[in-house]
């Protein structure tokens, strides 16, 4: 069983900059590709960020797609999302998510771990 902390969320004017972070405890971090997907009230969960395990291969959302940086460190056994240039629209709960193989993926269906959640909150 892995165990996902997120951390680092807020309250923030728009233009601003926060970074998560989600930390994993438990069964081994070793290679697993890791996402980050948020949910805005009333509205689906939907993909943000995704990394493999070697931290080689990295995919965003079209909406966070050069204002968010996905990163990871293996030894401290944490995965990043740097947000940059903050709007309104990027306002939800930000889930950090893990799944047993390396290989990422933009589907939250293929994760099998998951956080509790962190609020970002961009005021316009």
């Known amino acids: 069983q892995v165990q996902l902390v997120e951390s680092g969320g807020g309250l923030v004017q728009a233009g601003g900059s926060l970074r998560l972070s989600c930390a994993a405890s438990?069964?081994?971090?070793?290679?697993?590709?890791m996402g980050w997907f948020r949910q805005a009230p009333g509205k689906e969960r939907e993909f943000v960020a995704t990394?493999?395990?070697?931290?080689?291969?990295?995919s965003y959302a079209d909406s966070v797609k050069g204002r968010f940086t996905i990163s990871r460190d293996n030894v401290k056994n944490t995965m990043y999302l740097q947000m940059n240039s903050l709007k309104p629209e990027d306002t939800g709960t930000y889930y950090c998510?893990?799944?047993?193989?390396?290989?990422?993926?933009?589907?939250?269906?293929?994760?099998?771990?998951w956080g509790q959640g962190t609020q970002v909150t961009v005021s316009s």
């Open positions: 998510a893990a799944k047993k193989s390396s290989s990422a993926s933009v589907y939250a269906a293929d994760y099998d771990y």
């Open positions: 438990g069964r081994t971090f070793s290679g697993s590709a």
């Open positions: 990394i493999s395990w070697s931290g080689t291969y990295r």
